[in-house]
């Protein structure tokens, strides 16, 4: 991605000339494609709630954006456009770096009070924990994020597939996209740090790739999107970014 100028308006497109776009709606229909076990069913299920927990793990490549109120601090908002930016090993665009925003949670204030009056019990972050978030098209790339400042990162990386692409005998295709290449276009230090290949990994309809390096993961798939009678299929990276605890 092109460096941030020091000068002048705001450079709005992506290393390769393509506009960097915030406007794209999140992915929060895609559904796996093929049998799903009961405990993969729950990270799929209706109450699913975000948290720390469930952002990171799960079967889903779409990451939902905080539901918290938005705050205006220019000091964090800095603080979270430098983490990312190192995370991703790129300069955002002036553009990408003022749309993204900083939320005091993940969920909003009426449904943790719903919970809580229900007596839910719920692992949310810690009460100091601030949240940023941006979604839109970098380079021809489906691109979302929700944060954690300073602890962790949701990211999906993603782009269409024709139905050939997505599918061999009904069931997705093996590899249609390589993963790391996606990856790298956008996001370098990402695609270049030491991944291991997980000695335990799920079931190929699931992901085709399942790494990790240290907390990290990295996992991809594809998945079918839209009504049964217009489906259309996205080939997605999920990175969940977990910062390296102090020695």
């Avoid at 929060?28 to 793990?57: F, K, N, Q, Y």
């Avoid at 009070?113 to 924990?129: L, V």
Wanted: glycine share 8%; proline share 10%.
């Amino acid at each position: 991605m092109t460096p941030e100028p020091s000068g002048g308006a705001p450079d709005p497109a992506g290393s390769n000339g393509a506009p960097a776009r915030a406007e794209t709606p999140r992915i929060d229909d895609d559904r796996v494609i093929g049998p799903l076990s009961a405990l993969d069913a729950a990270g799929t299920a209706a109450m699913w709630v975000p948290t720390r927990s469930t952002m990171l793990g799960g079967v889903r490549l779409g990451v939902p954006a905080p539901g918290g109120a938005r705050l205006d601090d220019p000091a964090l908002h800095r603080q979270a456009v430098a983490e990312l930016q190192a995370i991703v090993g790129a300069s955002w665009p002036t553009s990408v770096a003022r749309a993204m925003t900083i939320h005091d949670h993940l969920l909003d204030a009426a449904t943790r009070a719903d919970y809580q009056a229900k007596g839910a019990r719920i692992a949310y972050d810690p009460p100091e924990t601030r949240y940023y978030a941006w979604c839109g098209v970098i380079q021809g790339l489906h691109f979302e994020v929700t944060g954690a400042i300073g602890a962790w990162a949701a990211i999906l990386i993603a782009q269409p597939l024709t139905d050939a692409e997505a599918l061999a005998d009904g069931f997705p295709r093996p590899h249609p996209v390589d993963a790391l290449a996606l990856v790298r276009q956008v996001a370098p230090a990402l695609a270049d740090r030491p991944w291991q290949d997980d000695p335990d990994p799920p079931r190929s309809n699931l992901f085709d790739v399942s790494l990790h390096d240290g907390d990290s993961r990295l996992r991809a798939g594809v998945r079918a999107r839209g009504s049964a009678t217009a489906e259309h299929y996205i080939y997605g990276v999920r990175i969940s970014w977990v910062a390296a605890s102090p020695r």
